[in-house]
């Protein structure tokens, strides 16, 4: 995908349209919270279908638009939002409800499986992942309301320290593991420093955060009150491990899964040390940038 692509309006404006509500949620939680108080519940329920605005935009300039996808885009987001108003209604004490884990299995074949990327051009698959990221997010944090979350990116001095700690700790296992696997691949280059910020800044938004919300704020959290803090940490890792079986290959990559699921017990000791996401998603992005710069 080009710059001149990237750059094209109705590109620019469907990744605003998806960004905006993730980063309110974000940098502003007490509002979102004071929202979700106050708004109806005919508009918790019928709102999140604005989320097929993207898709629509998107669509219509490729020329590749179907109204099956807008439906989708559409219907699914408020389906979400319904199973949430149910699950906080069952589960008031938020010990985790199955309709809970029945979203969270959706969303995460949904993105694995790569079920609506047909909708989208090739090169802007994210944008999809994205979306389903904020129906997620206005499911679980505006309506169900789920607390333990931490999906806070006003990033603390604290969240570095922490992110920085489980990244150190990750690579004195992963790399002499990786190298020993034939995973790992040492590269003698220096990118400049332009892109090495920009591919850490992409891989941080557009991967680490989704991921880290996911898993973390809510899979982790939500086994955490079942299981307790060990047994989610390591379910919650191999979930994660498991979730790259397809990844840069054609068949079952088990060295891909093996290294993300130890991954994930770093990226989820980093999240629960004060349960914020910043912190593991700073882990997260830093391990995949210095993997794509010097270790692939």
Known sequence: ?????????????AALLVLLPLMGIAFLPERAKALALALPRFVLVGSPALLCLPYALIASSFGIFHWSWLALYASLPMAIAVLMIQAR???????????DFVVLLVLGL?????WFEPAWPVGLSALGKMVLLDAGAFGFLVVRRLDGVGFDLRLKSSDAAIGMRELFLYAMIAIPLGLGLGF?????????????IGGFIFTFLFIAIPEEVFFRGWLQ?????????????????????????????????????????????FYGRAWRAQRRVGASALTHASVDTLWSTWLR
Do not use: C
Request: hydrophobic share 50%; charged share 15%; no cysteine.
């Open 1 to 13: 995908m080009n710059v001149a692509t990237l750059l094209r309006p109705s590109v620019v404006v």
């Open 89 to 99: 209604n069952s589960d008031p004490k938020q010990r985790g409800n199955w309709r």
């Open 110 to 114: 949904a993105v694995d499986l790569r």
């Open 184 to 196: 790992l691949h040492i590269h003698a280059l220096w990118p400049s420093p332009l892109r090495l």
């Open 221 to 265: 959290n939500l086994l955490e009150r079942r299981l307790g803090r060990t047994a989610a940490l390591l379910v919650t890792a191999i979930v994660f491990g498991i979730a790259h079986w397809n990844k840069r290959t054609a068949g079952f990559n088990w060295r891909y899964v093996l290294m993300a699921a130890a991954a994930g017990i």
